[in-house]
């Protein structure tokens, strides 16, 4: 699986990077995570900056990521913080977990990077226990259709994808969250960045399976 998610030079930059962003993006991080508790997974878990944040209700983090140098980096993190972290190497759009094994699964700045986020998200509901959640922080659609337009280009050319790991900037990511049988609880819309950066519209919000799907 992991040979399938391959971005050494992008995973080398996104670790000296997310460090660096830290001041900005820790708080969003800990708001998504700290207030969580029992058994969590975290998908694309990257080189771990979640980790610090999550608090003492966790009994274990499992935390999935395909990427061989961010599971390295996920695993070395997960040493220096107090909550039981186990790192594993998958796939979200397969995961290897049973179905209703785990109260919560966190997605952060990941549903963009994921080929096939609609079977990702199938998946996060089948692993969910029933009255589980799923959390979400990611980097969205401009609301503002001239900015759109820009995102859907720089995706569509594949510029940005190939740039970013894989990532893109165009995607409807609350409308993709309803759509796999999900019903949004909260949702925030956030700017973080530079105003004119195109992947600076963000969602932050959690949803539950709906029962009926
Ligand atoms: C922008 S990074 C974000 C990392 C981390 N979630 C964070 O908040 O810092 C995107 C992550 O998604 C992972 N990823 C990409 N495709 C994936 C997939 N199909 N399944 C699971 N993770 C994936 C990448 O390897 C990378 O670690």
New binding site residues.
């Given amino acids: 699986m992991a040979s ?2 391959h ?1 050494p030079l992008f ?1 080398r930059f ?1 670790t000296w990077f ?1 460090e660096k962003m830290e001041p900005e993006l820790g708080p969003y ?1 800990s708001e998504l995570v700290s207030g969580l508790s029992g058994r969590i997974l ?6 771990g ?2 980790f610090a944040h999550y608090g003492k209700g966790v009994t274990e983090v499992v935390a ?4 061989a140098y ?1 599971r390295e980096k996920a695993a070395e993190s997960a040493t220096r913080v107090a909550p039981k972290i186990m790192t594993v190497d ?4 397969a995961l290897p977990f049973e179905d209703d094994s785990f109260d919560h699964v966190v997605a ?3 549903l ?5 986020p609609a079977t ?1 998200l199938r998946e996060a509901r089948r692993v969910l226990k029933p009255n589980g959640q799923l959390h979400f ?1 990611e980097h969205v659609r401009a609301g503002s259709p001239a900015k759109a337009r820009v995102q859907r280009l720089l995706d569509d050319s594949r510029i940005w994808p190939w740039v ?4 893109h900037c165009s995607r409807d990511t609350v409308g993709s969250i309803e759509a796999a049988g999900f019903q949004i609880s909260q949702v925030r819309d956030e700017t973080i960045g530079v105003k004119w950066g195109h992947t600076n519209p963000h969602v932050i919000g959690c949803a539950s399976p709906h029962t009926s799907a």
């Fill in positions: 399938e998610v971005h995973a996104f997310s991080r975290e998908v694309g878990s990257g080189n900056m979640n999935l990521e395909p990427e961010m998958g796939n979200a759009t952060c700045m990941v963009c990077s994921i080929d096939d990702a922080f970013a790991g894989g990532c």
